[in-house]
């Protein structure tokens, strides 16, 4: 005799979603509407494209997966500290940003260009031979020289160009993560639900 198989139960339904997942989506969308013209206006030199929600919205789950572990009562206490310790990041990395972004980039075509680009921060010998020759000449006015864009390298060393593409890019990405998670933060901490007492 043959046996047979047990017939399929019903369909399994789906899971509901995440409320940390949904809320972090809702935050991060807030974020980038409210502030999305500022951190483009900051953004690092057009050739650089980093990937900004998908980062910032894995921290702001992997913040809120750990607060999930404290005690109810003390999340208000534990997202208003968060929020006040990111806010103080925020304005160190901004400033260290800004310095980096006068070092590290130079407008071009021309002096008076809104558009930049990434420069290295050590000269090649040909670009120190140039600079000490023409001491008054502008970083722009340099590249030109050399032949453009593409010669930066004949300017600045490989090494120092990409060190600054990934300093400009870590610095950026910190500063977005700083926001997102600042305005998270103060929101799950200033929203926060008390728990009721027996």
Sequence with gaps: MTNQAPPPGPPSEPSPPSPILARAIQIVGVLFAAFGGFLASVAPPDELKPALAFLTLGVLLLVSALARHAPPDKHKFLWLGAGTLTLVLFGGLGLAYQRSLLVRTFPFPRTTSTTSFVAGTELTADGRRYVAENPASSTTDMVLNFGGLDQRAR???????????TVLLTLYLSLVVCVAATI???????????????
């Design 155 to 165: 300017v600045w060393t490989e090494a120092s160009i990409n060190r600054s593409r």
């Design 184 to 198: 998270f933060s103060f929101t799950e901490g200033l929203l926060q639900t008390p728990t009721a007492k027996p």
